[in-house]
C-alpha cells in the first residue's frame, strides 16, 4: 500500500489549468470543501451531432 505525504509537493498549477480547459469548452470547474474533504466537479455541455432516430 502506498501512503501519500503529508504536503506533497507540486506547483500548484493543475486546478487552475483544469479549470481554464474546462472554460475553454464551455464549462466550468468547482471546488466544493468539507472536513472529509475536497469535491471537484467538471461540467461540460453535451452536443449532439448527426443523431438519427430509428423508427
Known amino acids: 500500500m502506498t501512503t501519500r505525504p503529508e504536503h506533497p509537493g507540486g506547483t500548484g498549477l493543475g486546478l487552475p489549468i483544469a479549470r481554464q480547459i474546462a472554460e475553454m469548452a464551455g464549462g466550468t ?13 467538471v461540467c461540460l455541455p453535451l452536443v449532439t451531432v448527426g443523431v438519427r432516430h430509428q423508427e
Do not use: Q
Request: glycine share 8%; hydrophobic share 45%; aromatic share 8%.
Open 29 to 41: 470547474l468547482t471546488i466544493h470543501d468539507s472536513v472529509r474533504g475536497a469535491r471537484f466537479v
